[in-house]
Each structure stands twice: as C-alpha cells, then as structure tokens.
T-cell receptor, first 112, second 113 residues
Framework: QKEVEQNSGPLSVPEGAIASLNCTYS??????FFWYRQYSGKSPELIMS????GDKEDGRFTAQLNKASQYVSLLIRDSQPSDSATYLC????????????FGKGTHLIIQP | DTAVSQTPKYLVTQMGNDKSIKCEQN?????MYWYKQDSKKFLKIMFS???????INETVPNRFSPKSPDKAHLNLHINSLELGDSAVYFC????????????FGAGSRLTVL
C-alpha cells in the first residue's frame, strides 16, 4: 500500500518570505514525483515534476528530491497572496495505468 | 477548448438512485482516471483505464462502474447511491508515457441526500 504523507497545516507564511512544503513517501520503488496546487473549489493543477535526486527550479518554485530519505519538498520564493492554496504531493511507481498516489495536501496561507 | 471536460458539474440526488458522470478528453491521451476527493480533501484514485485495460482500486465498491466507449471518454456510473458517496469526483487523463503527468477535469460535486 503506497502512502504519501504531508503536514496538513495550515502553514502561514508572510508575503515575500520562502514557503517550504514537505512530503514523505513509503514506496521506495517510486520513480516520479509531482507537486499539484489546488485552489478552493477548483481542480488540481501541476506546478512541478521531478524524477531524479537533487533540485529542480522553475521560476519561484524549487522542487527537491532525496530518494534515499524518501523525501520530496517544494520551496516557493517571494511568496505572494496568490500562492495561498492547498499543495498536493503526488508519487507514481512507474506503471502508466497505476495513476498517482496523493498526499492529503498542505494548506498554505500567505499573509499580506 | 477544454482539455478534460466533465458533466454535470453539480449533481444532487436521493439515496438509492443511480447516476452517471461523463468525462471526455481532447488531448489524445491513452490513459484516463477517476479520482474521488472527500470532504477532508483527500484525493484517492478509483479507476484507471488504458487501451481497454481497467485497473480498479480494490477499495472501490462494486456499485461504481466505469464505462469507456472509446479512448477519449470514460464515464462513471454509480448504482444505489449512499450518503458516503457525497464527494467531488475528478476525471483525469495522461499520455501513455509512464511519467503520469495528469490533466484534471473541473470536477463533479455529488451530493446524496
């Protein structure tokens, strides 16, 4: 049984600061890792994917992966009020039809 | 041009009824999914469908049945609705690349009274 764990929050961060979101996963064979953002009442949207150990940067977002520790994180620099949302960590084992296993999400609040 | 479209967006019905939710994707993807998001916002996979191969999450009651007339459509039929079926149901699709970058539909909020 694959499990993905996240702190549900809420995580409150002042505007302009760095928001740090963390995720751990149980399946050591997992190959692909994703961060989705979900605004209230909306569908999840992909913001980052990462497949190998290390950091991956895209604009204000940086995803970090450590397979040995089974740990994935997302950093959001220069946080904006529009970043306030629930962030879902998702993990895939590699088989295309298996879909993604999601964590329960971290509710992030950026305080103006 | 909506990539993954679901209908209806809202559905209110009585216990014991049978209902369907339709999903269509115009992305040319080979794999489609149904996810359920409960009141605590936990998003859980129900089914995946790829080249006529159906993979079912073993925790899904057999009252739920997916129907796929072609690879662009994956409908969800629910028999004998129960209060606990109230949730938001998301359809999603992915290219058959194994990387599983999902594109979600807007969701269908089902309320069972």
């Amino acid at each position: 049984q694959k499990e993905v764990e996240q702190n549900s929050g809420p995580l409150s961060v002042p505007e302009g600061a760095i928001a740090s979101l963390n995720c751990t996963y149980s399946d050591r064979g997992s190959q692909s890792f994703f961060w989705y953002r979900q605004y209230s009442g909306k569908s999840p949207e992909l913001i980052m994917s990462i497949y190998s150990n290390g950091d991956k940067e895209d604009g204000r977002f940086t995803a970090q992966l450590n397979k040995a520790s089974q740990y994935v994180s997302l950093l959001i620099r220069d946080s904006q009020p529009s970043d306030s949302a629930t962030y879902l960590c998702a993990v895939n084992g590699g088989g295309g039809a298996d879909g993604l296993t999601f964590g329960k999400g971290t509710h992030l609040i950026i305080q103006p | 041009d909506t990539a993954v479209s679901q209908t209806p967006k809202y559905l209110v019905t009585q216990m014991g009824n049978d209902k369907s939710i339709k999903c269509e994707q115009n992305l040319g993807h080979d794999t489609m999914y149904w996810y359920k998001q409960d009141s605590k916002k936990f998003l859980k996979i129900m089914f995946s469908y790829n080249n006529k191969e159906l993979i079912i999450n073993e925790t899904v009651p057999n009252r739920f049945s997916p129907k796929s007339p072609d690879k662009a459509h994956l409908n969800l039929h629910i028999n004998s609705l129960e209060l606990g079926d109230s949730a938001v149901y998301f359809c999603a699709s992915a290219p058959n690349s194994g990387a599983n970058v999902l594109t979600f539909g807007a969701g269908s909020r089902l309320t069972v009274l």
